[in-house]
């Protein structure tokens, strides 16, 4: 692939990923990558090997020796590495990228019965992309593109594939069922078709959450909105919003939903009203917080609006950029105005997270920085185990910044934490640091990955 396609700090930061446990590199066209991924997250290798009609080819690719020396010279152990030449040996993949081959070089179209076994729900596919390849529209039925590069006349382009969660054929009828055993006798289910509320009684704290059906009915044994069990574990009342896809909640029905619900005194009714979620549930819950004027809103990782003219820079989330955020609950930063108090938790060198908290300028907010855990901040909290600590206490209205900050020194334990910030420090020029955080974790454990981080370091 020509050199000055490839910018590995600028795709490694669009590839929007907290972990890359597993690498696939199409016909061992992305060496720098793969190294690169190798040396920031561990990530093995496979090396799939396919002929240009996509199907696997058992004679190895032609510079494959020349490949595989590249990556020893760079510290990668061999037995990261896979070669792959027939279809019972794939693995899925969190990036699987294809540079000077399919979609630049022979038709994206052949790489289908690959992408259909190796992509799983929250996969990147990066693509070196011909104008004129028809490749986008192919793309697209998998999830959605950020082009890095576009490509002309002259020069292929860039683009990086975020696979998303397939709708499940029939995910409202089986929640539909669940949810109103869930709701009981006193409480409520709606199904507005492409959204659904449901309503659970139990106290006089209200908690009104917002999440993805095909990750909660696909991706937890247990089938329940965003935080149900430590909500029911604390007695309060639940208003769990669902969204049969990457909606962003912008629905002309959602919205109404909720002018209702204001109109009819629902909110009042509470003495406590808190609105919660994470990322896409982030910004519903800043948003929608205008619909009970004094309410608490505990945000992790939330955009304040996909509307491209208020955040040009924001260049994740294409599926959803066609929707309206105008109007009521519109702009999240805007909207939240009127709670009581605003919780925004991100990761500060999360830059698009950063541009977002940003957005939220009133006098009730308060940032919660948790440096270097990642977009998918709730999923770092829970793994150190102090995520329904963090949220009971910003819920109840009893969050300290003494108590936060002492729940979030369990990151100085934390591996991704540590890679995170020994990753850091290279970055910026500061190998020192980076050393002595290799030595500080290779004295509580035995870790391959900064005992070769470590190895680079001194022989440099």
Request: hydrophobic content about 40%; overall charge neutral; glycine content about 8%.
């Amino acid at each position: 692939m020509p050199g000055n396609l490839l910018d590995i700090k600028s795709v490694l930061a669009a590839l929007d990923l907290d972990d890359v446990g597993h690498v696939a590199d199409i016909n061992a066209r992305s060496v720098e990558l793969v190294i690169a991924l190798h040396q920031r997250y561990g990530s093995t290798i496979d090396v799939i090997c396919l002929n240009d009609r996509g199907a696997f080819s058992h004679a190895p690719v032609d510079h494959l020796e020349e490949y595989l020396e590249t990556l020893q010279k760079a510290g990668v152990v061999m037995t990261a590495v896979r070669i792959v030449q027939e279809p019972a040996a794939l693995k899925q993949y969190d990036v699987l990228a294809s540079l000077d081959g399919f979609g630049a070089r022979s038709r994206i179209r052949n790489l289908k019965p690959v992408l259909d076994a190796a992509l799983h729900p929250l996969s990147r596919v990066i693509v070196e992309i011909r104008k004129g390849s028809g490749s986008y529209p192919f793309l697209n039925t998998y999830g959605s593109c950020n082009t890095l590069l576009s490509p002309d006349a002259d020069r292929n382009g860039l683009a990086i594939l975020s696979v998303e969660p397939q709708q499940m054929e029939r995910p409202a009828e089986t929640w539909s069922r669940l949810a109103k055993g869930l709701a009981g006798p006193d409480g409520f289910y709606s199904d507005l078709g492409e959204h659904s509320f449901l309503y659970v009684p139990r106290g006089d704290t209200l908690v009104v959450t917002f999440d993805n059906l095909d990750i909660a009915m696909t991706k937890r044994e247990e089938r329940r909105p965003w935080g149900y069990d430590f909500i029911e574990a604390n007695g309060w009342s639940m208003l769990g919003v669902m969204a049969n896809g990457w909606t962003w909640f912008r629905d002309v029905e959602v919205i109404q939903k909720f002018l209702e619900l204001r109109e009819s005194g629902f909110f009042s009714d509470f003495a406590r009203v808190v609105f919660y979620g994470a990322s896409m549930g982030g910004y519903a819950a800043a948003a929608f917080a205008a619909a009970a004027p004094g309410a608490t809103v505990f945000a992790i990782s939330p955009q304040s609006t996909l509307d491209k003219s208020l955040v040009p820079w924001e260049m994740r989330y294409q599926k959803a950029w066609g929707r309206d955020f105008s109007g009521d609950f519109g702009d999240a930063a805007l909207s939240s105005q009127s709670a009581r108090d605003v919780h925004i938790m991100f990761d500060p060198y999360i830059t698009a997270d950063a541009s977002h908290a940003r957005r939220f300028t009133a006098d009730n907010v308060t940032f919660w920085r948790c440096p270097l855990l990642g977009h998918r901040l709730g999923s770092s909290l829970s793994q150190m185990g102090i995520l329904p600590r963090i949220s009971t206490d910003a819920i109840s209205g009893e969050l300290t910044r003494p108590q936060f900050h002492r729940l979030l020194r369990k990151r100085h334990t934390f591996p991704r934490f540590q890679r995170e910030l020994a990753n850091l420090a290279l970055d910026r020029g500061h190998p020192n640091l980076a050393k002595i955080t290799c030595q500080y974790v290779l004295r509580q454990r035995d870790d391959p990955y900064f005992q070769k981080m470590l190895a680079r370091i001194e022989a440099a």
